[in-house]
């Protein structure tokens, strides 16, 4: 069976469902608060898998080595967030061959493909992409991590705090397509900070 990736205009017997933008003060204090709450219930876990016996004289007396710790954690959550947006371009790209966009707004790094209007499954599967990708490698990772280094599983824990966090706008989107607009018709116009979601007539 044959079926269309995307659109490049809005069929005709289309209407606008539903809009959102990233960079709109309101949406992105919300998302921001999101993330926030996330993020707290992440670092629990991380906290709570942590081998024991833990103490907090992990990096005591050792200023150094606690540096190190969040400088290693910030540029590889730098070099996450660059892999989490490849992620979402690869899945438009691999499905669309169009133009990407990839920027950074006050509240969130996108990846969008601004010229067309994609359908509900491509829609879903970029959203998903690194959703599911990065929570796979942190937890797999993080597991082995845990057997021999403390240290390196706090690392590892942290960005899979920062990704589950920063994943918040994708899960959002992604519920609402399982939760409202089901219609396999949908379509999807996402510049990146903004997404457009048109549905068909009834
Ligand atoms: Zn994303």
């Known amino acids: 069976m044959e079926h269309k990736d995307f659109e490049l205009q809005v069929p005709e017997e289309y209407t606008l469902a539903y809009h959102i933008d990233a960079a709109n003060k309101k949406t992105g204090i919300l998302m921001t608060l ?3 709450v996330i993020m707290v219930a992440a670092i629990a876990l991380v906290y709570a898998g942590i081998p024991k016996p833990w103490s907090f004289t992990l990096f005591a007396g050792d200023t150094g080595r606690f540096f190190l710790f969040w400088v290693v954690w910030l540029v590889l959550t730098v070099v996450y967030l660059v892999l989490h947006e490849l992620t979402h371009g690869a899945v ?7 133009k990407l966009r990839f920027g950074i707004t006050w ?3 996108f990846c969008g493909v601004p010229d067309i209007y994609t359908y509900r499954r491509v829609a879903i599967l970029s959203l998903i992409a690194p959703l ?6 942190f937890v797999a990772l993080g597991l082995w991590l845990r057997t021999f280094s403390t240290a390196w599983y706090l690392v590892v824990g942290m960005l899979f705090a920062v990704h589950i966090s920063g994943c ?3 899960m959002f989107m992604t519920f609402k397509f399982l939760t409202k607009y089901k219609d396999p018709r949908t379509l999807m116009r996402d510049t990146g900070p903004e997404q457009w979601v048109y549905v068909p007539e009834e």
């Open 34 to 36: 999101g993330a926030f």
């Open 92 to 98: 438009y790209k691999a499905m669309t061959h169009q």
């Open 168 to 170: 918040v706008g994708d």
């Open 132 to 137: 599911t990708v990065f929570t796979i490698i």
């Open 107 to 109: 509240s969130a790094a």
